[in-house]
Structure formats: structure tokens, C-alpha cells
């Protein structure tokens, strides 16, 4: 069982999100993308994952008023898949959710309409660790590929 850890969330952590964003090209390989996320994750709570002195995974969250939160953005290094590390970030962030009063987490990815593999792999993790499927937008203004919105109920 490979040792990973889950640092408490912090802010001002772009730089070394980014990294990890520019090294998953098949799920983050939109320019625009990247860099507005990165603009914002300097100010919102982000949980990184090591493996001794690397980074190997973080999940940045937005919380929306009281009750709900927005797994905004979020990527695990692709050598580090299905090794437990995305299921253990998503864990340690419910706990501290729910230490905040929150309630319900969404995630937005990339509907079943759009034929994209990983896109299949990361909707079957989210089903996986308890999404359920909401509702899926064919474009959105902001977001040029139909948009599925998951949910699920912090306990």
C-alpha cells in the first residue's frame, strides 16, 4: 500500500497545483483552463496529496454559501491512478466540509455525451466514491462540452 498524504487545506498553493494540472494534458490541456484556474486557487481551500516529497494529487474547494461546496478543480498524477490517492483526498475534504457545516458537495465534469475515455474514467470515480448525477447542461457559457453536475450528501 503506497504511503499517501493528505495535508489539511491551505491556500496559496497555484504553483504547485500547477504543476500537476500542466501534466495531465488528456483531462487539463486547454490553456485558458489552466490559467484561470490557477488564478483562483491561491485564494480558495486546497488539499494536497504527497508521497514524500512530491506532489502527486490536490483538490481545490469553493464553498457556496453555508451548506454547499464545489470540488472546483482537481487532478491526481495519471502514474498515481487507482492507487487510492483521489479517494483519500475526497475523504479528508468531506471531514473537514462537515467540520464547516457543509452539507452537499457538487463536482462538474464531462457528460456521457462527449465520447472522451478519461472522461468515462472520472465519472465512474465519482459514481465510485458516492456522486450521484444531477443534471447535464449541453453547453454552458463558460465550459464549450456538455457538463454533467454530480452531487452527494456530506455525512
Known amino acids: 500500500m503506497t ?24 483531462w487539463f490541456g486547454n490553456e485558458g483552463a489552466i490559467e484561470e484556474y ?29 451548506q454547499s461546496a464545489d470540488a472546483y478543480v482537481l487532478g491526481v498524477l495519471s502514474d498515481r491512478h487507482r492507487g487510492g490517492a483521489g479517494k483519500a483526498m475526497f475523504e479528508a475534504a468531506e471531514r473537514w466540509l462537515a467540520d464547516q457545516g457543509v452539507r452537499f458537495l457538487q463536482v462538474k465534469t464531462v457528460g456521457a455525451s462527449d465520447s472522451c475515455v478519461n472522461y468515462e474514467k472520472t465519472r465512474l470515480f465519482y459514481k465510485a466514491i458516492g456522486f450521484t448525477e444531477l443534471e447535464t447542461f449541453d453547453k454552458m457559457i463558460d465550459w464549450p462540452c456538455p457538463c454533467l453536475i454530480m452531487i452527494k450528501t456530506i455525512d
Do not use: W
Not at 3 to 26: F, N
Open 38 to 66: 490557477v488564478a483562483h486557487i491561491d485564494d480558495l481551500p486546497t488539499l494536497m496529496v504527497t508521497e514524500g516529497d512530491a506532489d502527486i494529487g490536490f483538490l481545490t474547494l469553493k464553498l457556496h454559501g453555508d
Open 3 to 26: 504511503a499517501y498524504v493528505v495535508h489539511q487545506p491551505a491556500g496559496q498553493l497555484a504553483s504547485r497545483c500547477e504543476s500537476i494540472l500542466r501534466a495531465l494534458p488528456d
